[in-house]
């Protein structure tokens, strides 16, 4: 058969065999499985190192000076944040653990679509770090769903912020960047 009779035939015309779309479907199987364990790695990754931080500067920067890395351009230095970016909302600390369990549910349903690397990364991301923040509104202080924020990057003129924030920023910017190229997360690219 001819190339292009290949390419124009239906499922159902007699020249393509019925083991075509099972094959082509058994080879897209390994590849989306690679993409979910890139999800789950940079996710796992994105989240250990947030947790682990929030650890050490909880147990030894809390109650301390700040701590100046690059004079007064950033420092470390521990805040508890209830609410989101720049204390925004405090009195919605139930609202905003509520939209990062959404958040992590979305991921968790798309993964199964995912056919694309880069996109496997910026949900990697977006998921560790909702992850990350989600932890400590369930198990901090002043208690469950209502906990506060671990925040310690302190650059001068900008919020304090902590590692599952900056997650979070990373993959939305890669999004951003991957939609305005056209790249869905199933591996198709648009060319509009």
């Known amino acids: 058969m001819a190339e292009a009779e290949r390419v124009i035939s239906t499922p159902d015309s007699p020249e393509t065999?019925?083991?075509e779309p099972e094959q082509?479907?058994?080879?897209?199987?390994?590849?989306?499985?690679?993409?979910?364990?890139a999800l789950f790695a940079v996710a796992a990754c994105a989240y250990a190192l947030d947790l682990i931080s929030?650890?050490?500067?909880?147990a030894k920067l809390e109650h301390h000076d700040p701590v100046q890395i690059l004079g007064?351009?950033?420092?470390l230095e521990v805040i508890r944040n209830p609410g989101a970016a720049w204390g925004v909302g405090e009195a919605f600390t139930i609202v905003f653990t509520v939209i990062a369990a959404a958040v992590i549910v979305v991921i968790v349903r798309l993964a199964k679509k995912l056919y694309s690397?880069?996109?496997?990364?910026?949900?990697?991301?977006?998921?560790?770090?909702?992850?990350?923040?989600l932890t400590?509104?369930?198990f901090r202080a002043p208690g469950v769903f209502k906990g506060a924020v671990v925040d310690f990057i302190a650059p001068a003129h900008y919020p304090v912020?902590?590692?599952?924030d900056s997650a979070i920023v990373c993959g939305g910017i890669l999004i951003v960047l991957l939609s305005f190229r056209g790249i869905d997360p199933d591996g198709t690219v648009h060319k509009d």
């Open 17 to 19: 065999g019925a083991a």
């Open 24 to 37: 082509e479907a058994a080879a897209e199987r390994p590849r989306g499985r690679r993409r979910l364990v």
């Open 54 to 58: 929030k650890l050490i500067v909880v």
């Open 72 to 75: 007064d351009w950033l420092q």
């Open 117 to 133: 690397t880069p996109w496997a990364i910026a949900l990697g991301l977006l998921l560790g770090g909702a992850l990350g923040n």
């Open 136 to 138: 400590d509104r369930i």
């Open 161 to 164: 912020f902590n590692l599952a």
